[in-house]
């Protein structure tokens, strides 16, 4: 979780309540949330960026070698905040997928199998894909009594729902 080095989420884990979940897979949930909130927060640094003006240089000029200069300097900004944003999104995926062989192979219902099979499906994970949608599991807080209630579909929906009026804000 290397990307976690760049930026750490700030989290209050004592709102949070494994209820039935199994230790690993708690374990293996926790990452996935520090990994989606990375992730988001770089997208956010990116999208700031590329929708900031650049600056004037002392000189109050963009143009020639200057404005050379801090074009490259953006351009380097926005790739290294890709960089971190896709790197955060692929371990989140990875980290998923790595919850999956903790849950039984056939689905049992199981606060562990709906935790996997809710979050498989929130963040559009599909075989071999290494790639995130993980605004909807940046959860800054999480009961699972009550957050896995219900068949994973009425699950993902919550969280969908929820991701589109409880967005985490964004902080330095």
Known sequence: MDVLNFYMPDI?????????VSTEIWGKFKEVILLCHAAVHWERELKALRGSRPQALPTG???GSNG???GQSVHSAIH???????????????KILEMGKDVPKKYDGSAGA??????????G???????AQ??????????AQQELAGEPVAIVRRWQERE????PPLKG
């Open 12 to 20: 209050d884990w004592t709102l949070f309540d494994r209820g039935d």
């Open 61 to 63: 000029t963009l143009n």
């Open 68 to 70: 050379h200069m801090l």
């Open 80 to 94: 290294q905040i890709e960089m971190h944003m896709r790197r955060a999104n692929f371990l989140a995926t990875e």
């Open 114 to 123: 709906k935790l996997f099979v809710a979050l498989r499906a929130s963040v």
């Open 125 to 131: 994970i599909q075989a071999d894909d290494c790639s």
């Open 134 to 143: 993980c605004i909807s599991v940046c959860f800054t807080e999480f009961d």
């Open 164 to 167: 589109i009026s409880e967005a």
